[in-house]
């Protein structure tokens, strides 16, 4: 660990030299995907939504009405795709220009 802490690389970004520990950090963090809601409220992991349009869902035959509350959403990685669940339907995907944080 010391050796880390003591060590520095170079950052293109910012044209300076960074403590090791940092250059971990930023990465860590450059790895994580900001998604957004209709509103550009910030989602994560647990957040209940609710759609603010009616949307039919293409395999499925049904169509899930505006106003229907999709509890604890999951992120994808993607920054407009969120992975849900909802009674009926398998391996539901929605986008998330669609959605609004609750």
Known sequence: MAEQEDSFV???ASGEWISAAEANAKAAAGDQVEVRDSVG???VD???VTLIKDLTVKGAGQTL???TLIKSI???GDAQE???KYEGIKG???R???VRKR
């Open 10 to 12: 170079y950052d293109e």
């Open 41 to 43: 409220n910030l989602l």
């Open 46 to 48: 647990g957040d209940q």
């Open 65 to 67: 009405k505006r106003g």
């Open 74 to 76: 999951r992120l994808t």
């Open 82 to 84: 969120i992975d849900c």
């Open 92 to 94: 539901l995907v929605l």
């Open 96 to 98: 998330a220009e669609f």
